[in-house]
């Protein structure tokens, strides 16, 4: 899973592959975001010479500490070709202000290290 951070937003992406939105839930309890989900998965295969069969689960979880400035009421999540993506919204106040400063150099005109 990769999580960043844009000036509006958190942004959780989990590579799902195999899976379908339906296997995947994304739940809040408090404070606390968790990603969940079920893979479950038979082939069979079969002539009149052999047969194969073959089984694959696996299931996983992950949660994550939701900080304060997210709007928890307004977590989007979409699922998209084994992408999941949940864009977690700031509070206004969390939004950062960029400030520009200006960088000088030293009196002699040579950059100081």
Known sequence: ??????KDNFVIKAELPGMDDKDVSVTISGDVLTIKGEKEKEE????????????YYGSFQRS???????KADKIEADFEKGILKVTLPKVEEAKKKEVKIKVKTGKTGQSTK
Do not use: I
């Open 44 to 55: 069979e295969e079969k002539d009149e010479h052999h047969y194969r069969a073959e089984r």
């Open 1 to 6: 899973m990769d999580v960043s951070e844009t």
């Open 64 to 70: 994550f500490q939701l900080p304060n400035s997210v």
